[in-house]
């Protein structure tokens, strides 16, 4: 019966243990995938604001104002000895354990001067280079960020459209042939 003590204790300590070191290993790897989530939402709402500018809509800017993450570890162990009809003994012993997280991210939309100078900042040539080098199709970039090149608008209503598209193929060949 002392050996029963002894190894439920030694489980026990064991699984303690461990617990720190699972609960830490899941903060990491949960970082990781929280940044991948914000990550994500970011390039999905710069992909959105981009279009709702192009048809000249009024974009909404969203920034994570918190991220906080609450993490559970429940952990449970259970020993019993009975004796049977038949005077023998039984032995049981049990463990078990679980492991939650609940993150809350907190958006905060854009507004005021903030909004304002980041909605009508130019997007400068480091910028525009950056995307093409990317692998951004330089049509692309051009009907979504260029206004004008020369007195050609992008606009499909003016009459210069026309000429827009045409610069914007030639930028196109040009890119093709390096």
């Not at 559970?72 to 049981?92: K, L, Q, V, Y």
């Not at 970039?141 to 827009?164: D, K, Q, W």
Request: hydrophobic share 40%.
């Amino acid at each position: 019966m002392r050996g029963t003590h002894v190894v439920l204790c030694l489980a026990v300590l064991l699984a303690a243990t461990g617990c720190t070191s699972a609960t830490n290993r899941s903060i990491r790897a949960s970082y990781a995938g929280y940044n991948q989530t914000i990550a994500y939402n970011q390039n999905q709402q710069m992909l959105l604001n981009l279009v709702r500018l192009r048809y000249r809509e009024l974009p909404l800017f969203l920034k994570v104002g918190a991220l906080s993450s609450s993490f559970n570890f429940e952990m449970n162990a259970s020993a019993g000895i009975g004796r049977s009809f038949a005077e023998t003994d039984t032995w049981n012993l049990g463990a078990g354990s679980s492991f939650s997280s609940r993150p809350t991210i907190t958006y905060t939309p854009i507004e005021g001067n903030t909004f304002v100078k980041q909605l009508l900042a130019e997007v400068d040539q480091s910028t525009f280079v950056l995307l093409f080098r990317s692998g951004w199709p330089m049509s692309a970039l051009c009907h979504i960020m260029v206004e004008r090149i020369g007195e050609s608008y992008n606009t499909a209503s003016e009459p210069t459209y026309e000429a827009f598209v045409e610069a914007v193929e030639a930028l196109d060949e040009a890119r093709d042939s390096n």
